[in-house]
């Protein structure tokens, strides 16, 4: 049907000609009520937003002098914000001298690795900055189905982590 066709018996049932699929060979278009098939749309949109789980990047902070108890109290904060399905950057910052002792601060990141080896995987290597040493957690489930490029980041930043600890001793 031509264009001038499609228009004329738009108009005589009072609705619109909609071109819906301009790439296809040759064009598609539709008779209908525009305005409600835009309405249409962005109630899909908003239904798609919803149903859609955003991961958010949470950060728990730390201090390399932190007692035990604290350490796990923070550790248990972490299990929980990865149950919740968010990825979590753990930091340990340095204030004053602290700085000239980097080890206590890779000390305290293995003991956080260790106690969630099994409820999370580490998506970056030990990220170093200028008063902070950092690494970012994911949760388990959500890497095991690539499983291979995170193991080989998690047993790397791992390493990193136990070498570090290796040479200063």
């Known amino acids: ?40 749309q962005t109630k899909k949109e908003r239904e798609a937003r919803k149903v859609r789980k955003s991961t958010l990047l949470r950060e728990v902070r730390l201090r390399p002098r932190i007692d035990n108890h604290d350490l796990e109290s923070k550790t248990r ?54 008063k902070s040493l950092s690494l970012f957690f994911s949760p388990a489930k959500t890497v095991a189905k690539k499983a291979t490029p995170e193991e080989a980041t998690a047993k790397k930043a791992t390493s990193e982590v136990t070498g570090a600890q290796a040479k200063d001793k």
């Open 77 to 130: 904060l972490i299990e929980r914000l990865l149950g919740e399905g968010d990825k979590v950057k753990v930091t340990v910052f340095f204030r004053g001298r602290e700085v000239t002792r980097p080890e206590l601060g890779k000390r305290i990141l293995q003991q956080v690795l260790t106690n969630l080896k099994d409820k999370a995987v580490v998506d970056q290597p030990l990220v170093v900055e200028e």
């Open 1 to 40: 049907m031509s264009v001038a066709q499609g228009v004329q018996l738009a108009r005589e049932r009072n609705l619109d000609l909609v071109e819906v699929a301009p790439t296809a060979v040759p064009p598609v278009c539709r008779i209908l009520d525009y305005g409600r098939y835009k309405f249409e």
